[in-house]
């Protein structure tokens, strides 16, 4: 029968990790269980090979950098899987019949850019909407909708990512004070008809669609693999 970590040698590993900065639950159980399967790969041969051998062989094996690679290398995969979400929503939200509410809205739009002489009188108001609306968001919806802070006194990768989700949203707020600069919009002579009208009316919706996608989908996802993966850390 070949040996295995028992929870003892398991409870060691965590600690371990702990000990070279490694602080987040879930890249900590990612590790420890590469930790254990290099040590048991070891066993097989060298059943008599001691513990701390073992999980000094398995650890040189990191290099230099020891963990902190991986720790890089788990945001950046959180961080594409996450944003590829958001582009495969977007298209779905253009499918039928979902397909009506943007399309409804782009010709609402196009209709006020159509009868309105000054644009900025569109998208000033639009643009101070949504920016209160994220200040809103992120002072009430945000803190009691979604946890980012440790659970039961430990701290996850995951959830950092709702944090990081964020960015988008917040970079987006700074348009209101590009204002100005919109005021020369209505001498583009592409705007002036009504494909070039519809094209600035389509992708105002698209902006406004990614930046909701930001706000709650993607926070709510996250929530929802949390969840999936922790489900002894009950989430509100």
């Known amino acids: 029968m070949n040996r295995t970590t028992t929870p003892e040698e398991t409870k060691k590993l965590f600690e371990f990790c ?28 060298n059943p008599d090979l001691l513990f701390n051998k073992a999980l000094h062989k398995s650890f040189i094996k990191f290099g230099i950098t020891d963990f902190s690679k991986i720790k890089e290398q788990k945001q950046k995969e959180l961080t594409l899987k996450y944003n590829r ?29 159509k009868l309105v002489k000054n644009d900025i009188w569109i998208i000033a108001p639009y643009l101070g909407a949504l920016t209160l609306f994220v200040v809103y968001y992120y002072f009430i919806i ?21 944090k990081r989700s964020q960015s988008m949203p917040i970079l987006m707020v700074q348009i209101p004070i590009q204002i100005p600069n919109l005021w020369n919009m209505s001498e583009i002579a592409f705007i002036q008809n009504t494909l070039g009208i ?8 698209i902006f406004t669609i990614l930046m909701f996608d930001e706000l709650f989908y993607i926070p709510e996802k996250i929530k929802e693999h949390f969840k999936e993966q922790f489900p002894e850390f009950a989430l509100k």
């Open 142 to 162: 945000f803190p009691k909708k979604f946890i980012t802070e440790k659970i039961n006194g430990k701290k996850f990768l995951l959830l950092e990512q709702l």
């Open 198 to 205: 519809l094209t600035i009316s389509l992708l105002i919706i």
């Open 85 to 113: 979400l958001i582009w495969k929503y977007v298209p779905d939200f253009f499918s039928w019949p979902k397909i009506n509410m943007p399309l409804a809205f782009t010709l609402v739009l196009a209709t006020m850019f």
């Open 18 to 45: 702990h000990k070279h900065f490694v602080y987040h639950y879930d890249l900590k159980v990612e590790l420890v269980d590469h930790l254990a399967s290099s040590i048991e790969e070891q066993w097989k041969k």
